[in-house]
């Protein structure tokens, strides 16, 4: 039972990857959001409700695994966890636009501005994510992340909108 809840919180095990494993989680839900963008194409309903699927599992994963997180790793928030980049790095994923189905070089463009501004937002924590953090156990974990996810969907709206013209 150990073995798969540490799956699960170390976000189908990206969390012991090195270095930088928050990076890694994230990395891996754009690889899910290119695979299914392959499946199903940019027009379908299908991306944004499996992030929003990754974002409702993940942040009930690192709510009700909150207390197990804290005692098989030894702090409130280890390295190790990367369920928190699976929901952030799909918040900032939600409805990006991507481009005329088939333009893979534009969709690759629209992920990786997606990654990158998640991962900018996830290390400067602007407020109040840098608050959200002190909330207590699986919910600061990832309430921090569901922000910076906020955050990077905008940025990444805007920076494909208004400069790439998407």
């Known amino acids: 039972m150990d073995f798969l809840r540490k799956l699960i919180v170390t976000g189908l095990g990206t969390g012991y990857l090195r270095p930088a494993p928050g990076t890694w989680g994230s990395a ?27 974002v409702i599992l993940a942040t009930t994963g690192c709510i009700a695994l909150g207390d197990f997180t804290e005692k098989a790793f030894g702090k409130k928030d280890p390295s190790h966890c990367t369920l928190d980049e ?6 900032a994923l939600i409805n990006i636009p991507l481009g005329q189905a088939g333009d893979w070089k534009m ?22 994510a840098r608050q959200a953090e002190k909330l207590s156990k699986g919910l600061g974990v990832v309430a921090d992340d569901i922000i910076a996810g906020v955050y990077a969907n905008i940025a990444a709206l805007l920076i494909l909108k208004l400069a790439l013209n998407l």
């Open 28 to 54: 891996a839900t754009c690889a899910v959001f290119l695979l299914l963008l392959w499946i199903f194409g940019p027009a379908s309903w299908v991306l944004p409700a499996s992030m929003a699927g990754v």
């Open 86 to 91: 699976w929901a952030g790095q799909a918040v």
């Open 107 to 128: 969709h690759i463009i629209a992920v990786g501005v997606a990654f990158f501004a998640f991962r900018l937002f996830d290390i400067i924590k602007p407020p109040p």
